[in-house]
């Protein structure tokens, strides 16, 4: 299993400043995830954080405004820039664990952004 | 291309009465198909899996889920609802075929009446 941990665990920020988001893993893992919880809905992708390489973003997400650091394999961060209300969400930090047969993904306990 | 899709918005039972959860999924692959809780203002936890073998998928807390593939479906049950599952249910497929990719359902909101 792995334990996952993001600071801050909630923040209210004003409109047009940016937010960083840190992600601490309890163990190494290639692959790390960032996703987005609007109020209400469920979780939509916003890019795959591989150590090592650039992230890949998903549709409707630009680095611009995502910016992701992976610096090693335990850690990654993820920056909400020049923040509108709209990006007021939960943002959730995954990792994936490969066993021989199968694979898990866990969850961080989200970080709670309210823009004003 | 994948998809999954959660038929119930909103799902109410009586506190001890049978509790279903409908997911069907769309895959070109072969899915691995997953069931997550979300309590309010809690994270997400897993409840259980389906990775090609047992097509019966036991969980946590006497959830099971039966993969069904001629119906694409993977229904979450419980034969007796507890007051602390209610809670948000999230059908989830992910494909780890050329690269691994998770698509979430929008989920159901369970209620459950004393």
């Known amino acids: 299993s792995a334990v996952i941990s993001q600071k801050p665990s909630r923040d209210i920020c004003q409109r047009g400043t940016s937010l960083t988001i840190q992600c601490q893993v309890d163990?190494?893992?290639?692959?790390m995830f960032w996703y987005r919880q609007q109020p209400g809905q469920s979780l939509t992708l916003i890019a795959t954080?591989?150590?090592?390489?650039?992230?890949?973003?998903e549709s409707g997400f630009v680095i611009d405004k995502f910016p992701i650091s992976r610096p090693n394999l335990t850690f990654s961060t993820l920056t909400v820039s020049n923040m509108s209300p709209e990006d007021s969400s939960i943002y959730l930090c995954?990792?994936?664990?490969?066993?021989?047969?199968?694979?898990?993904?866990?969850f961080g306990p989200g970080t709670r952004l309210t823009v004003t | 291309a994948q998809s999954v899709t959660q038929l119930d918005s909103h799902v109410s039972v009586s506190e001890g009465t049978p509790v279903l959860l409908r997911c069907n999924y769309s895959?070109?692959?072969?899915?691995?198909l997953f069931w997550y809780v979300q309590h309010p203002n809690k994270g997400l936890q897993l409840l259980l899996k389906?990775?090609?073998?047992?097509?019966l998928v036991k969980g946590i807390n006497g959830f099971e889920a039966e993969f069904k593939k001629s119906e694409t479906s993977f229904h979450l049950t419980k034969p007796s609802a507890h007051m602390s599952d209610a809670a948000e249910y999230f059908c989830?497929?992910?494909?780890?075929?050329?690269?691994?990719?998770?698509?979430f359902g929008a989920g159901t909101r369970l209620f459950v009446k004393a």
């Open positions: 995954s990792v994936l664990l490969t066993g021989q047969l199968t694979y898990e993904q866990y």
């Open positions: 163990s190494q893992v290639t692959m």
């Open positions: 954080a591989n150590q090592g390489s650039e992230a890949t973003y």
């Open positions: 895959s070109s692959y072969s899915p691995s």
């Open positions: 389906y990775t090609s073998a047992a097509t």
């Open positions: 989830v497929v992910s494909l780890g075929s050329g690269g691994f990719k998770t698509i």
